[in-house]
């Protein structure tokens, strides 16, 4: 059975960093499209990056040049680098997998069958 399990969320003045991960267990983790998606309050839930088997990403327009993406296949964990955070990235980060995805760094929340329960992020001005 898939199991995500995300961590690293908190509060953090504008301007700060937080790094996300997301232990996977329960399949043969190398071989899946994984991604970070987040859901501001009253939103839908947003692409935030992708990373494909073949280790090519793709970024949401807002957060190209601050957050970076990231596997360790070795430990079974997805990474979320944020940096130069905004009071408008506060929401709940979740992280998601799926082994069919067709063109992983074009994918949508749709696309993905697997996900975590998410961590907070709260970012203050």
């Known amino acids: 059975q898939v199991q995500l399990v995300e961590s690293g969320g908190g509060s953090v003045q504008a301007g700060g960093s937080l790094r996300l991960s997301c232990a996977a267990s329960g399949y043969t983790y190398s071989t899946y499209c994984m991604g970070w998606f987040r859901q501001a309050p009253g939103k839908q839930r947003e692409g935030v990056a992708i990373i494909g088997n073949d280790g090519s990403t793709s970024y949401a327009d807002s957060v190209k040049g601050r957050f970076t993406i990231s596997k360790d296949n070795a430990k079974n964990t997805l990474y979320l680098q944020m940096n130069s955070l905004k009071p408008e990235d506060t929401a709940m980060y979740y992280c998601?997998?799926?082994?069919?995805?067709?063109?992983?760094?074009?994918?949508?929340?749709?696309?993905?069958?697997?996900w975590g329960q998410g961590t907070q992020v709260t970012v203050s001005s």
């Open positions: 998601a997998a799926d082994p069919w995805v067709l063109s992983c760094t074009l994918a949508r929340r749709t696309d993905f069958g697997y």
